[in-house]
């Protein structure tokens, strides 16, 4: 547990959208597993981001966007996490707050980040 933190503030750095040592640790290896599991994550990236745009309340966003965080700490898309965090921390102070402008930021600042990470999975999945 006392690397968890370093590691993840390590990642949190990299150039990758996704930490492929990370990704190999998780799936032990398993390239086909590997591939599945970030062709999942694409997929529920973009459901949970249509979830966020289509949220009713900050309740509904702060469920997809926790939802996301956990998918993309499963394949090291730190990122992704990061950007995740941010709009949980600021849906929950907006719990009684009229604007939410901040949150919106946050959601677009997500978004990217999503659109960045499932660009590079793309061509991971591409390349044969």
């Not at 370093?6 to 750095?13: E, G, L, M, V, W």
């Not at 930490?19 to 799936?27: I, P």
């Not at 032990?28 to 694409?42: C, M, S, T």
Request: net charge negative; proline share 2%; aromatic share 2%.
């Amino acid at each position: 547990m006392r690397n968890q933190v370093a590691d993840k503030a390590c990642h949190s750095t990299q150039l990758r959208p996704v930490d492929l040592v990370h990704l190999s640790r998780q799936t032990l290896g398993n390239r086909a597993l590997e591939r599945e599991v970030l062709g999942l994550f694409a997929t529920q990236s973009v459901a949970c981001v249509d979830k966020l745009r289509a949220a009713a309340c900050q309740n509904d966003r702060l469920v997809a966007a926790h939802t996301l965080k956990g998918s993309a700490q499963g394949i090291g898309a730190w990122n992704v996490v990061k950007a995740a965090e941010a709009l949980e921390a600021v849906e929950r102070e907006l719990i009684d707050l009229p604007s939410d402008e901040e949150a919106q930021d946050r959601l677009a600042g997500l978004v990217a980040e999503v659109a960045t990470a499932n660009a590079y999975i793309c061509t991971l999945l591409s390349d044969d």
